[in-house]
């Protein structure tokens, strides 16, 4: 419904209302508002004065701050520094798009270009001082800025911001002196009106100037103006309303001032309900007297409306008049209480506002009725419209109301005690023949046809309908009748699969109801909860508990929630469109549309993710314009089929209540809805007066947690250029300009850069980007109509993230220079220290190999030294011993026994003479080079042992490793283990009494071991020399740990008198000789 429709059923609602304002039943009607107080971010509820700016902002001015509306949420302003009065009384933008702006402080100028800054938490604008005057601005069609102050001024560039100056009006000083400014207005003729406390001046295009005087009893400063759409100029005064129809004779000749006494003698009419009678000839005045609530007003607004109506608040009244007829509003209507301003806005919206609150009465909204004065029901179960047009509807409590066109008429019918009714049931019911039918837990109750639903009050029914008239049980449950007269009833019990549950039919002039059954198709146990006809006659129900049915006249066809799982929730409600549609409600399902010639019958599904507000449909209608109405259980969705495109309705929209039961559309195209909390009727528009989508802008730009300046109306396309790369994280706030009341506008947003798709549809109005990468970025911000259309160029924001320093193009590239250089150097480096260390490893080499040949010839040479001493004490020292012992052997065998010459000394020198002999040739084997094997040490203790042993009958058993022989053992090591070795065999031959010798030999790892093992008598180890000790020769035991342990090795000897003794010793193969650990060794 386009906006005069809208008005004009407000206006002829409203004018019923003045009319029925004697009436005891007074209307529950309450208005589509929607109110705003400092709550919602306005700076105060006491507003001075509206005002809508060219870019589609509305600005309040308040008693606490300037506030800016951008459609959905209000930003306040403080005005200059904090020795500025926070009382803002009016604010208007001047031609040159710069702002003016009237405190009780003086007025003001600032350029909407500059930015706010925060001060004390609040954002204040610097605004620059124009005049300490101050007053109610406006600019006429020409482009002043008028400022209402005492005589007519208005405000003009200067060099260095604004200034106030005199308007020049050729108005004698004797009458200028008592003008005080009240407001202005403009007429189609170019003619300026300035309503002054005394009269009303007429500034006509060439400059001359008519004053229209006022009786002394009119002048007043609570007034205000306004011209309508025919010129005719409407102005409040202290206690009437004059509606004047200009005339055009301006004052003639060289005359530039007429004064006029046009009011006196016009006489005050009362304001009737049945309106007035508006001035149609020029020069034609009319006064009306609006009453005694009018008069005591002491502020007014006026404002003429686009569709030509006018609308005037009066502090605790607000009238409206269109076409001659007049209406009235109060608090009744859910207006505040005090009304001083008032305000339509380019959507067509009127805002209203005094000391106390601001309202804006949507123009798309809906009139919702809910407690009548007689009841406080207002719980509605069910909507319908009676043979008559007229529209009724079924309460909470058996109740039952019908609109007579202005009001509720509720009334309530006396039914069986106990009666109750079942959940969703639509219990009242008006069919064709103007019958009411009423339905509970006691059967169908009818009523014979009535005039009105109040007829109704306190009526028994004519005749209750139960089991034994042929319902399926007594508790009925919803009632449809079809185009041939039949009434269909269906009854539900209290369990799922209940035999009380089922449909029965009532054909026309039957005295009784007939059951549906299972020889029909009938689907067992089931009770329809909502019925509708198709083109065909086809009849279509669904089922509370799942499932859909059409009866063609003779059978059913039954759609089970088995074939389709969407029907196996509660079918809540079914609509037949007049194109042939057919359309199902679930309360889980979403909307289901269903084409029973096609497979599977469901063509289409809706729900949350579509865009609904919830997948819980409770009933379904639709407009004469195609659109489907879903009534859910958080408002309501309208869906146009083509598109897809979904709007939502709720409670912002003045709806009664979020859980919408049932739903009806009246003879006007009106539809209404059923809900909880009341009944809500709202006049659809045609897609061709739906709004476009808001225009974007910016609203705040944080970037790494630093406010970037933008507008004081923000900015529809920005450029932050470059940035660096810890300025990565965005905080971004958007708004979008529009004031289609109770609409929460949708934004879509795409960084490319990062996404290259549109996000998800969003009321957020807010972004967070954190950690982006280096790259080129571009914003966008977009808004989408509630339909889901989006128009116009979207807000962009346009940025450069750079990389750091040594990511860059200009970084790498000195970078490799540099990596490049520096590897040179180093390479050169590297080349002459290779070249240096190359010839100190040449030098190095060459003194090593020196260094080898050298130790080689040392060895050789000290062999050869070893082989000469080795040869020269075999055959020199040696040959003498032996010559010695044979001479001595010799001399002794030559002196016989009975020789005077002893033989004692001789047998000495043989003794000591073998002795050296043995040792000299331990010596000579021990440094000989070529007995430096394992194996020749081994050759040589199994000789020693087996010659000294042996001799004395003892068994030697020797235990040596056979493939051990080639390793090379160190001189002195060798010598070592031979000395002790030769120490412990010649122990066991002289003192152990052995007559058994075990002796092993072997190398573990870098260590050579032996071990020698005797059967003798063994020895007290803490007495280790005995009785024999002078007898001993040689070091002994000690001797034999001191050559270990000189070697880094060790000596063990183990002995128990008796049990033999054992000698383990473990030395190095390979280990410098410590000589002084053994000064006493004899070899």
């Not at 009744?332 to 000391?355: C, K």
């Not at 064709?432 to 306190?458: E, I, Y």
């Not at 050789?860 to 044979?886: N, P």
Request: proline share 5%.
């Amino acid at each position: 419904m386009t906006l005069p429709r809208y008005l004009d059923r407000l206006g002829r609602l409203l004018t019923f209302t003045l009319a029925a304002a004697a009436l005891i039943h007074v209307r529950a009607e309450s208005l589509p508002l929607r109110t705003y107080t400092s709550v919602d971010g306005l700076g105060s509820g006491f507003v001075n004065s509206i005002s809508q700016d060219s870019q589609g902002f509305i600005w309040f001015s308040t008693r606490d701050g300037l506030s800016r509306f951008d459609g959905a949420q209000f930003v306040t302003f403080q005005i200059g520094s904090d020795e500025v009065s926070p009382n803002v009384e009016s604010v208007v933008e001047m031609p040159d798009g710069n702002y003016l702006i009237a405190t009780s402080g003086g007025t003001f100028w600032f350029d909407p270009a500059t930015s706010a800054q925060m001060s004390n938490s609040r954002l204040v604008i610097d605004a620059q001082l124009v005049s300490g005057s101050h007053g109610d601005i406006y600019t006429d069609k020409r482009g002043r800025t008028w400022l209402a102050v005492g005589e007519p001024r208005y405000v003009e560039k200067a060099e260095s911001g604004y200034r106030l100056v005199d308007a020049g009006l050729p108005i004698p000083p004797d009458i200028s002196k008592s003008l005080r400014v009240q407001g202005f207005a403009e007429t189609s003729d170019g003619s300026l009106w300035i309503n002054c406390t005394t009269g009303l001046v007429r500034e006509y295009p060439d400059g001359r100037v008519d004053f229209h005087r006022l009786p002394p009893e009119l002048t007043a400063t609570n007034s205000a103006i306004t011209v309508d759409r025919t010129d005719r100029l409407w102005i409040a005064r202290s206690g009437d309303l004059y509606v004047l129809k200009p005339s055009n004779d301006a004052p003639s000749g060289d005359d530039r001032f007429n004064d006029r006494d046009i009011f006196a003698g016009v006489a005050a009419k009362p304001l009737s309900p049945d309106g007035i009678v508006e001035p149609s000839s020029d020069g034609g005045i009319l006064r009306i007297s609006p009453g005694a609530e009018y008069s005591a007003a002491q502020s007014k607004g006026l404002i003429a409306g686009r569709d030509g109506s006018i609308w005037l608040a009066a502090e605790s009244v607000l009238y409206n008049f269109r076409g001659g007829a007049a209406a009235r509003f109060d608090h009744r209507h859910g207006l505040p209480r005090s009304m001083t301003r008032i305000f339509e806005d380019r959507s067509g919206n009127v805002w209203i506002a005094g000391q106390s609150s601001l309202v804006r009465l949507d123009r798309l909204g809906m009139t919702t009725f809910g407690a009548d004065a007689d009841t406080a029901n207002a719980t509605y179960v069910s909507v319908g419209k009676g043979p008559d047009g007229r529209m009724y509807f079924g309460k909470a409590r058996f109740e039952t109301a019908e609109f007579d066109g202005a009001r509720m008429i509720a009334s309530r019918p006396i039914l069986p005690p106990g009666s109750q009714s079942r959940w969703t049931s639509r219990h009242t019911f008006r069919d064709s023949t103007g019958r009411w039918w009423v339905l509970s837990t006691s059967g169908a109750a009818v009523f014979s046809p009535t005039a009105t639903a109040g007829s109704l009050d306190g009526r028994r029914p004519d005749h209750i309908y139960t089991q034994a008239d042929g319902l399926v049980s007594n508790a009925a449950f919803q009632i449809f009748e079809d185009s041939a007269g039949t009434i269909w009833v269906s009854s539900r019990g209290s369990g799922t699969g209940s035999a009380d549950n089922g449909v029965a039919r009532l054909r026309k002039g039957a005295a009784r109801f007939e059951q549906v059954g299972e020889e029909l198709g009938f689907p067992p146990a089931k009770a329809a909860s909502a019925f509708a006809e198709d083109a065909s006659g086809g009849l279509w129900m669904v089922f509370y508990t799942g499932g859909v049915a059409r009866f063609d006249g003779e059978r059913f066809t039954y759609y089970s929630e088995k074939e389709q799982p969407q029907f196996g929730q509660t079918m809540t409600d079914i609509l037949v469109t007049p194109d042939g549609s057919i359309w199902l409600g679930s309360s889980n399902s979403g909307l289901l549309k269903i084409d029973p010639s096609a497979s599977p019958i469901l063509v289409k599904q809706i729900g949350p993710n579509d865009g609904m507000a919830s997948s819980n449909i409770r009933t379904l209608t639709a407009d004469r314009f195609g659109r489907i109405y879903a009534g859910t259980a958080r408002g309501i969705d309208r869906i146009d089929p083509n598109t897809l495109g979904i709007r939502h309705f709720s409670i912002a929209n003045g709806l009664a209540s979020d859980f919408v039961v049932d739903s009806a559309m009246d003879s006007n195209g009106d539809l209404w809805f059923a809900t909880g909390g009341g009944v809500s009727r709202i006049s659809p528009e045609s897609d061709n007066t739906a709004e476009a989508a808001a225009a974007v802008k910016f609203g705040s730009v944080r970037i790494a947690g630093v406010e970037q300046p933008i507008s004081l109306l923000g900015a529809g396309d920005l450029d932050r250029g470059d940035l660096s790369s810890q300025e990565n994280n965005f905080q971004i706030g958007y708004f979008a300009l529009g004031n289609s009341a109770g609409d929460s506008v949708r934004f879509q947003y795409k960084l490319e850069g990062a996404d290259e798709d549109w996000s998800q549809p969003t009321t957020v109005t807010s972004l967070n980007f954190a950690n982006l990468r280096p790259a080129d970025y571009r914003l966008m911000v977009r808004s989408i109509t509630p339909d889901g259309a989006s128009f116009g160029e979207p807000a962009t924001l346009r940025f450069t993230i750079l990389p750091p320093i040594w990511q860059r193009r200009w970084f790498t590239i000195l970078a490799a220079l540099i990596v490049i250089g520096v590897g040179y150097l180093i390479y050169r480096y590297r080349t002459a220290r290779l070249l240096e260390v190359n010839a100190a490893l040449s030098d190095a080499k060459a003194a090593e190999e020196r260094l080898r040949r050298s130790r080689e010839e040392r060895i050789v040479e000290l062999e050869r030294v070893r082989s000469r001493i080795a040869t020269d004490l075999h055959d020199d020292i040696g040959a003498s011993l032996t010559q010695i012992a044979i001479l001595s052997e010799v001399a002794r065998a030559s002196g016989g026994p009975d020789s005077a010459i002893s033989t004692k000394p001789l047998s000495k020198i043989t003794e000591i003479s073998s002795d050296l002999i043995g040792t000299m040739s331990d010596i000579v084997w021990s440094i000989n080079p070529t007995k430096d094997h394992f194996s020749d040490l081994v050759k040589r203790m199994r000789r020693f042992a087996a010659d000294l042993l042996s001799e004395q009958g003892i068994t030697v058993r020797f235990d040596e490793p056979s493939d051990l022989g080639e390793i090379v053992l160190d001189s002195n090591v060798r010598r070592e283990i031979y000395l002790i070795f030769k120490e412990a065999v010649n122990n066991i031959a002289k003192h152990a009494r052995a007559d058994e010798v075990s002796i092993s030999l072997d190398i573990a790892g870098d260590d050579v071991t032996f071990e020698i093992r005797d059967n003798g008598v063994g020895f007290d180890m803490s007495n280790p020399e005995g009785e024999d000790a002078d007898d001993v020769s040689g070091n002994g035991l000690a001797s034999m740990r001191r050559r270990a342990l000189a070697n880094g090795g060790v000596a063990v000897v183990e002995s128990v008198p008796g049990e033999g003794t054992v000698v383990r010793v473990r030395m190095p193969r390979n280990q410098a000789f410590d000589e002084s650990l053994i000064p006493n060794a004899k070899v």
